[in-house]
């Protein structure tokens, strides 16, 4: 954090033409931290030497606390949203290559469609599902 009560007065203040644009005196800059690693930076200023009270600093720094969470959630919320157009993407492909049917669960679960048109034994087996031939017969070819 850096807090200058008067920029005109500081010999180590090194941005003179920023000073003489903005026609500010008092300065408070506060680090927007990410995990420890400084992302940007929240700046108040005011145009009459009046240093901040530390009451003050310690709102702007709440302030700076609350921005780091709302950039953070953004970018996940983009990470997301990228992830799930891949995933829509990657599954109209494969749809339309004919590489996914779709899982489709018939009456009360009782068949099973998955990958490429094959059942699936439910967990709790019913009377009248029957298995396909090639699973009770390795060696019978499928058609």
């Known amino acids: 954090m ?17 000073q003489t644009l903005g026609r500010w005196r008092t300065m408070l800059g506060v680090p927007l ?3 420890g690693k400084p992302i940007g930076a929240l700046t108040v200023t005011r145009s009459m030497v009046r240093p901040f ?10 302030f700076a606390d609350q921005a780091v ?4 959630n953004v970018r996940l919320f983009d990470e997301v949203q990228s992830r799930t157009r891949d995933l829509s993407e990657a599954l109209d ?7 996914f049917q779709g899982a489709v669960v018939g009456d009360h679960g009782r068949s099973l469609t998955g ?9 709790s087996p019913r009377s009248d599902w029957t298995e396909p031939d090639h699973a ?5 070819t499928r058609c």
């Open 93 to 99: 492909q494969q749809t339309a290559t004919g590489g």
């Open 53 to 62: 009270t530390d009451k003050q600093i310690e709102l702007i720094a709440a």
């Open 69 to 72: 969470i709302a950039i953070e």
């Open 33 to 35: 931290l990410r995990e």
């Open 2 to 18: 850096v807090h200058i009560p008067d920029v005109l007065a500081d010999s180590e203040y090194n941005q003179p033409e920023a």
């Open 136 to 140: 009770t017969n390795p060696l019978k």
């Open 115 to 123: 990958f490429r048109g094959t059942k699936v034994r439910p967990r």
